[in-house]
């Protein structure tokens, strides 16, 4: 099962090759990791998805944990939390004028942004679940997208529960 | 307060840690650390003769003392050859600090003379490690770097120190501080009451149990609690390679060791057992044999301090996070306040059976031979030395013999690396046993194979006047390596066989140590009586053993608890 864990890290040097180490070393999956410092600049905020049995997740939380450098986490996928998720995307997608209408169309449904234009491309800035940024790329031909990047998953429960010291 | 440099803060805070030896070789990065060295009176420094010595002998001193154990090695090569001793203490949680140079920090990535990535090589076999980047980060470094090893679930740590942070033209003020909170690290003590509870009722309810105890127990010295629960329980107990002398081997509920090479008796109990107690063990997969023949009927407690060991590969019905001593003398004070006890015909029954397994009496062998049978030189051993050495070990046959013949009573008289399994530990180990137990008796004992893998440190040895004994069983092979081959490669000996095997007798004397060659049976009693009368000599004793002796009991892989295979009876006439 997919599990999203919101971990925080001591904001240092080599926190960050830790995790990805521990990962590598123990051959656990990493989807995506996005990692940058919290309001306290001494902390990173850690957004990692991954996914395994049950089991294996356990194991995945404990040795997060005995790293030295790991102040708190979080597994926002079990059942007594209620989670929201939110991935960024920027597209940037070839714009001859006749696909023009149409890309302007979709980036409205999809409540998306178009954040730069120039004469053959529009790069459009998307906010939302995974599945949601994917259903975007699958409206368009392959051909017709130059650039995709994403943020990978960013996380946070729901109601007054938090992840802090 | 005083003004010191780094590398006089160095050596003051190992005078004020308290630290006794420190196991080092110098180099260009540790230069100024080494001239503020002679000036730390109380730290002993003692050169070993390659840098994987100084960690398996600040190891050696560590198992041995239960203090955390110093080495200090420069930058580069210096600190890879310090790897495998990092790896070994790492598998074994052991409390080291390990200091190592590093280039000046104006030239930390450029591909310096002698620069490695230590804190990157070190990261995945070290409980913590650090890069010293300002010389007024170093003391608390120090104090955090000796904390994290010996708290919690031991383990080494390695301080990286570039060589311009121990300046010694840069003075700031120095203070000691001895302990220090980290917001991040907090290990768990206390086991939680209710799971403590939990478990001793499902103990008292057990019609087969069995203890089984592991390298935790030695770690976190609960010997004493541990016998007095045992003794009010009246269960068998069984022991892992890493926790032996926890419990005195001469109890009468003494199984002895288990796993791929433990007793028939000791496996037996495994699989029947109704309630499996395990004390500061790790399901390692020499203990447990094929996981899905595991302890089929068996509820399991365990107790450890590190939760990240619980259910890692065998799912456990009630586990207790803590200090292993700390549980234990919880359990009994529980048992002190009831007078409730375990079933008395079930146990009785119980008992008789361990007693029928015992018959078996799987560790005999062929006494009745002119050629030195390992396993007689290992029962000598311990008949000469009453039971009472430090007795470390090389990886091989002959660690397997030393665990199963060499009965030991007491913890930490046991040093081997179990877990990374590493060649050549043995006699740098026995450095630091030796140096940390002057006026004790220590032996290592090794075979031809293993004691090459660090044979430089006879110079240690006899720079620093250390009498260790050494046991050599030498078959010519490296026998374990020998005994898969035959058992499961069809006896093609690829590689097994080592010629040009020196001189042990010219090789100890040409150290200016004293040598000994022993080649039949009725002379290794004497032989070994006259090497250990010998109180102030280092003796290289070179027992020339029968050539293709196999271990038993043995578990195959794949293979249970309950699938052991013992020694032939043609090899026992």
Redesign the interface.
């Known amino acids: 099962m997919r599990h999203i864990i919101s971990i925080l890290l001591?904001n240092e040097?080599?926190a960050l090759?830790?995790v990805a180490?521990l990962f590598s070393?123990r051959a656990y999956n990493i989807e995506s990791l996005t990692v940058a410092p919290t309001e306290d600049s001494s902390m990173s905020r850690m957004t990692l998805v991954t996914s395994g049995s049950a089991?294996i997740i356990?194991?995945i939380t404990?040795?997060l944990?005995?790293l030295?450098?790991?102040?708190?986490l979080n597994d926002l996928n079990v059942s007594c939390v209620q989670h929201i998720e939110r991935e960024m995307m920027l597209i940037k997608l070839k714009a001859p004028v006749s696909s023009r209408e149409e890309i302007m169309r979709l980036s409205n449904i999809f409540r998306g942004n178009i954040i730069d234009v120039n004469d053959d491309t529009y790069t459009v800035e998307l906010t939302g679940t995974s599945e949601k940024l994917n259903a975007f790329i699958a409206a368009f031909e392959c051909d017709s997208i130059l650039e995709t990047v994403r943020s990978g998953v960013m996380g946070i429960s729901r109601g007054s529960s938090s992840l802090h010291? | 307060m005083v003004e010191l440099s780094g590398a006089e803060i160095i050596a003051q805070f190992l005078e004020d840690e308290g630290v006794e030896y420190l196991f080092g070789y110098p180099g260009g990065a540790v230069l100024h650390t080494y001239d503020a060295l002679l000036r730390a009176d109380s730290v002993k420094h003692i050169l070993v003769r390659h840098e994987q010595a100084a960690v398996h002998a600040a190891d050696g001193y560590a198992r041995s003392t239960g203090k955390t154990g110093v080495a200090l090695v420069t930058s580069g090569p210096g600190m890879t050859n310090a790897v495998t001793g990092i790896a070994t203490a790492y598998l074994d949680s052991i409390p080291l600090v390990v200091l190592t140079g590093q280039v000046p920090t104006s030239v930390i990535g450029s591909d310096a003379f002698q620069e490695v990535d230590s804190v990157g090589i070190s990261r995945p076999c070290v409980k913590h490690n650090f890069l010293v980047k300002d010389v007024k980060d170093i003391a608390e470094t120090l104090t955090k770097a000796f904390y994290v090893a010996s708290t919690g679930r031991p383990g080494p740590v390695v301080v990286d120190i570039p060589k311009d942070i121990t300046d010694p033209n840069i003075k700031i003020p120095y203070s000691y501080q001895s302990s220090i909170e980290m917001r991040s690290y907090n290990p768990v003590i206390k086991g939680h009451p209710f799971q403590i509870k939990k478990a001793v009722e499902v103990m008292l309810q057990a019609k087969k149990p069995v203890f089984y105890i592991g390298g935790g127990v030695v770690l976190g010295n609960a010997s004493a609690s541990l016998r007095s629960l045992v003794e009010r329980l009246n269960f068998p107990l069984t022991s892992t390679l890493m926790g032996l002398g926890a419990f005195p081997s001469s109890d009468k509920n003494f199984l002895g060791m288990l796993g791929m090479h433990g007793t028939y008796e000791a496996n037996m109990a495994m699989h029947e057992t109704d309630v499996l107690i395990a004390v500061g063990a790790r399901f390692d997969d020499r203990v447990t044999g094929h996981l899905e023949h595991f302890c089929p009927d068996a509820k399991i407690i365990h107790i450890d301090i590190d939760p990240s060991s619980i259910s890692k590969t065998v799912h456990v019905d009630i586990p207790i996070v803590g200090d292993v001593d700390d549980v234990l003398t919880s359990m009994l004070e529980l048992l002190k306040n009831t007078d409730q006890s375990n079933d008395e015909q079930s146990m009785k029954d119980w008992h008789k059976q361990v007693k029928q397994w015992r018959k078996k009496e799987c560790l005999r062998y062929n006494k009745k031979t002119k050629e030195i049978k390992p396993q007689y030189v290992i029962e000598k051993l311990h008949e000469v030395t009453k039971g009472d050495a430090y007795i470390t070990s090389d990886v091989g046959q002959h660690q397997m013999f030393a665990a199963q013949y060499y009965s030991f009573e007491e913890p930490r008289r046991w040093i081997n690396s179990g877990g990374l399994g590493t060649m050549g530990f043995g006699l740098p180990a026995a450095v630091g046993v030796q140096l940390a137990h002057l006026d004790q008796t220590v032996a290592c004992v090794t075979g031809e194979g293993s004691i090459q893998m660090n044979i430089q440190e006879l110079a240690t040895c006899m720079q620093y006047q250390l009498p260790i004994k050494i046991i050599n069983l030498n078959n010519r092979y490296l026998g374990m390596v020998r005994q898969w081959q035959e058992f499961f490669y069809e006896g093609r000996y690829a590689m097994s066989y080592m010629d040009s095997i020196p001189d042990f007798v010219k090789l100890a004397e040409s150290y200016g140590h004293v040598g000994m060659k022993i080649e039949t049976a009725d002379d290794v009693e004497d032989a070994l009586k006259e090497a250990f009368a010998m109180k102030d000599k280092l003796v290289f004793m070179d027992f020339i053993t029968t050539r293709e002796e196999n271990v038993y009991p043995m578990i195959s892989a794949g293979k249970g608890h309950h699938e052991m295979e013992l020694m032939p009876d043609s090899e026992l006439v």
């Open positions: 001591e040097a080599g090759s830790r180490g070393a089991e356990e194991q404990k040795q944990n005995k030295i450098d790991v102040v708190k010291l």
